[in-house]
């Protein structure tokens, strides 16, 4: 059952029941309103009698007359006969009261089982003799049963014209409501949704439609991203297997030659030289591989004051003694110190400086600069050598940015993207930039989020 339907069935039944509540309310207040109107009239009369049993009956005759009430008078004898001295043009006592009815009602004005429809009070006036009084109920019963069929009646076109009016009031939101449920649906069932309907009605709807909105827009960016994220791990795996499956054919193949018998001196050397090099090139793909994963799962993990001036300052010295054919300009300011965690600190200063070595002439110059300003930590480091074709790029896994990255050269394409994961774990970034001195300049910039100690 739809929604409008569900309303309009929900307002129609509220219509109902509150205009037959009020409805009932004053029935009951007009047959209240009724009774004692009928039993003031009886009292009236018992009353006029009340002072002096002697004249009782003439009083009461003269004060129905006077009052013109509808009343029946029977007088009750000690014999148990019944005379009925004055009686209504309608509605009059049809069946006679019995001595215990006589006696029942003497108090108050009662109703009897053996006198149903009726009203009556009894008045002893001397002798044994009784004078009872009786009203008719039926004019009041019928009355009300046209006031209960009025009341109904009246609630029906007070729930129909309510409904129009509802109706007319809530057609835009209804009319909005359905149109925003049926693309709800489609967005669900994996239909291609379109653009989210207008709003033309109240500010309710116009707010649901723009939660809505929200909704289908960050979805739909979510389904992107899992579907990019879906790409790039499929891409990633086929580039693995290829990376592997190099050096496993190589391995593989010198293996069976060994493994023959029939491999000379030399070339048992020759074999024995190039598999121990492919399981180190699969050695040190499968640690940086590991890597990238544990930089991806948690890369704020165990974050601990460092002083990254000590640590870069001692990674550029170990450089500059193991290779001092290279100039080397050092620019680094002193007592810079951040939360992160050092070894990856470090292995942006290892995998930057790494790189130089592997791209660059053996005599081509190398510059180093860190200076922190403000909140952030920049580390710089450029090299005089061949640089890329092209910068500003962020790199991707297995991304060779010349053909001078070869396998053979042992470069997997895996450097570069464990530098931008890394800074971007440590909540920075990764730029790749021409250098003044002619190649490449790796820009790293950290957040300073500053230690309170060491």
Do not use: C
């Not at 009083?59 to 007359?65: E, F, R």
């Amino acid at each position: 059952m739809r929604i409008a339907t569900r309303l309009t069935l929900l307002f129609v039944a509220l219509s109902l029941l509150i205009a037959l509540t009020i409805g009932w309310f004053a029935v009951a207040m007009s047959s209240r309103a009724q009774y004692a109107t009928l039993n003031s009239s009886i009292n009236s009369v018992v009353d006029s009698g009340l002072s002096n049993p002697d004249t009782a009956l003439s009083n009461a005759l003269y004060v129905i007359q006077r009052d013109q009430y509808d009343l029946t008078l029977d007088v009750v004898f000690p014999s148990g006969q019944i005379t009925q001295v004055s009686s209504p043009a309608s509605d009059a006592l049809r069946r006679h009261p019995s001595t215990a009815d006589v006696k029942a009602s003497l108090r108050s004005v009662t109703q009897v089982g053996d006198l149903p429809g009726y009203e009556i009070r009894s008045l002893n006036i001397g002798g044994g003799d009784y004078l009872v009084v009786a009203g008719s109920t039926s004019s009041i019963e019928k009355q009300n049963e046209h006031l209960a069929l009025l009341v109904a009646l009246a609630a029906v076109v007070i729930a129909l014209v309510g409904l129009a009016l509802a109706r007319e009031v809530m057609r835009r939101d209804l009319r909005s409501m359905e149109r925003l449920i049926d693309y709800a649906g489609d967005v669900a069932g994996g239909d291609e949704p379109g653009p989210v309907p207008p709003s033309e009605g109240s500010r309710d709807i116009q707010e649901l439609r723009s939660a809505l909105v929200v909704m289908v827009e960050a979805l739909q960016e979510r389904i992107d991203v899992e579907a990019k994220n879906s790409r790039a791990m499929q891409q990633f795996i086929d580039d693995a297997s290829h990376e592997l499956r190099t050096p496993l054919t190589v391995v593989k193949g010198y293996n069976d030659l060994l493994a023959s018998g029939q491999a000379s001196p030399e070339q048992q050397t020759r074999a024995v030289t190039r598999v121990q090099r492919e399981v180190e090139r699969m050695e040190a793909l499968v640690r940086d591989l590991l890597l990238l994963a544990e930089v991806r799962e948690a890369p704020h993990h165990d974050e601990r004051p460092v002083n990254v001036s000590d640590l870069v300052s001692a990674r550029v010295h170990d450089f500059a003694l193991e290779h001092p054919e290279r100039p080397l300009t050092r620019e680094i300011q002193r007592g810079v110190t951040m939360q992160a965690r050092a070894d990856y600190v470090d292995r942006l200063t290892g995998n930057a400086l790494t790189n130089v070595l592997r791209h660059t002439p053996d005599d081509a110059p190398v510059r180093v600069t860190l200076h922190a300003d403000g909140q952030t930590v920049t580390l710089v480091i450029e090299d005089g050598g061949p640089g890329l074709p092209v910068y500003g790029v962020r790199p991707q896994r297995f991304q060779r940015f010349d053909d001078s990255r070869s396998r053979e050269t042992g470069g997997s394409g895996l450097g570069m993207s464990i530098m931008a994961d890394v800074a971007e774990s440590l909540g920075g970034s990764m730029t790749t930039e021409a250098s003044s001195l002619g190649g490449l300049r790796l820009r790293f910039t950290l957040p300073l989020r500053v230690a309170t100690s060491l």
